[in-house]
């Protein structure tokens, strides 16, 4: 399975971009980048992915690197909300979601 | 998003009792549902996969006979925890793939908090 690297932690000021990274140095070409987030005691919540080019939704954008061996995902402006464990996970066709350690963001008002 | 719900949503049991908890893709049908686990401070791990009319694919050092998982239909999915002791007491979370999409999202429920003395 092709592994994901993020940092383990991270903090930002609320109503400021965040950027997360994710490294995937080793990403087969039908690999899809998932982002999910998991905010404490809740379930885990898909926020985006993506293949080749770079997504917009209305919770996050994700900027995927051209040579795909690294991504970020970006909240534009972060809120007390969005401090959560956030997850980028490959993902190829039927393959199991499988949950590294993640980077827990946390929000400082 | 699609919602998946589940029930109950934390639960106190005794220990060598049983305990249900239910999964449910509420606006698409789920062929493929899964159970993770995630104790304190701590991944979520999967435990198995489930496809509906079929029996359960568990991963490796996931005992079947005491996780028990029915998925009668394209709905709904159930974890039966058997003879519980307190070591079983984690947070459990169910997930549903949704098959209409490009890449097979899946969705998760808002987890289930078992708990056993």
């Known amino acids: 399975d092709a592994k994901t690297t993020q940092p383990n932690s991270m903090e930002s000021n609320e109503e400021e971009p965040v950027h997360l990274p994710c490294n995937h140095s080793t990403i087969s070409g039908t690999d899809y980048i998932h982002w999910y987030r998991q905010l404490p005691s809740q379930g885990p919540e898909y926020v985006i992915h993506?293949?080749?080019s770079n997504v917009n939704n209305r919770m996050a954008s994700l900027a995927i690197a051209e040579d795909r061996k690294s991504s970020t995902l970006i909240l534009h402006r972060a809120t007390l909300r969005d401090a959560a464990v956030y997850y980028c996970?490959?993902?190829?066709?039927?393959?199991?979601?499988?949950f590294g350690t993640g980077t827990r963001l946390t929000i400082i008002p | 998003g699609a919602v998946v719900s589940q029930h109950p949503s934390w639960v106190i049991c005794k220990s060598g009792t049983s305990v249900k908890i239910e999964c449910r893709s509420l606006d698409f049908q789920a062929t493929t549902m899964f159970w993770y686990r995630q104790f304190p401070k701590q991944s979520l791990m999967l435990m198995a996969t489930?496809?509906?009319?079929?029996?359960?694919?568990?991963e490796q050092g996931v005992e079947k006979d005491k996780f028990l998982i029915n998925h009668a239909s394209l709905t709904l999915s159930t974890l039966t925890v058997t003879s519980a002791h307190p070591e079983d007491s984690s947070f459990y979370i169910c997930?549903?793939?949704?098959?209409?999409?490009?890449?097979?999202?899946?969705?998760f429920g808002p987890g289930t908090r078992l708990t056993v003395l």
């Open positions: 489930s496809n509906e009319g079929s029996k359960a694919t568990y």
């Open positions: 996970i490959l993902l190829r066709g039927n393959e199991k979601l499988t």
């Open positions: 997930s549903a793939r949704d098959p209409s999409g490009i890449s097979d999202t899946q969705y």
């Open positions: 993506g293949l080749t």
